[in-house]
């Protein structure tokens, strides 16, 4: 498989995740129905009662939108073997219908991981923004890559 191995992450590269199309208040309902049934997440009527004033996205529709949107333009493209979790995840202003969302992965940190020889640690802050250029989301996660073959092996 081509693609990006621990090696070519410099700390301080970001990289462009593209942009989800626009978010539907169809969508934003279906998701929060089945996850997340909170009034301002489900019902346009009571969310104009809540402080959004107005029905907003689940902020774990927020972060599934981010996850879509790292796997189609970075992680499989990549010899990426997972994460060990998330250090912080934020939801900095709501989400509501009519939003297009732009994701950016920022690289914090690259080092070869001390435990396990063939792999490299790499730290990252994925934001979203919206069309306004305001952020709505950032994770900040460490990522595991497969460290570039040696040549001949």
Do not use: C
Not at 104 to 127: C, D, F, N, Q, W
Request: glycine fraction near 10%; charge should be negative.
């Amino acid at each position: 498989m081509d693609g990006r191995y621990f090696e070519d992450f410099r700390p301080g590269e970001v990289i462009d995740l593209g942009t989800y199309p626009e978010l539907t208040e169809s969508e934003i309902i279906s998701f929060a129905l089945q996850w997340d049934p909170q009034p301002f997440h489900v019902d346009p009527e009571a969310a104009k009662e809540s402080i959004f004033g107005g029905l907003i996205a689940s902020g774990w529709h927020t972060g599934a939108i981010a996850m879509r949107l790292l796997v189609d333009a970075l992680l499989s493209k990549s010899h990426s073997q997972g994460s060990p979790g998330l250090d912080q995840i934020r939801f900095h202003r709501p989400v509501r219908a009519g939003d297009r969302l732009t994701g950016r992965y920022t690289v914090l940190e690259a080092e070869p991981s001390a435990k396990r020889p063939r792999l490299g640690k790499v730290m990252s802050r994925i934001e979203l923004l919206n069309e306004r250029g305001e952020a709505v989301l950032s994770i900040v996660s460490t990522g595991f890559f497969d460290r570039r073959p040696e040549p001949g092996a």
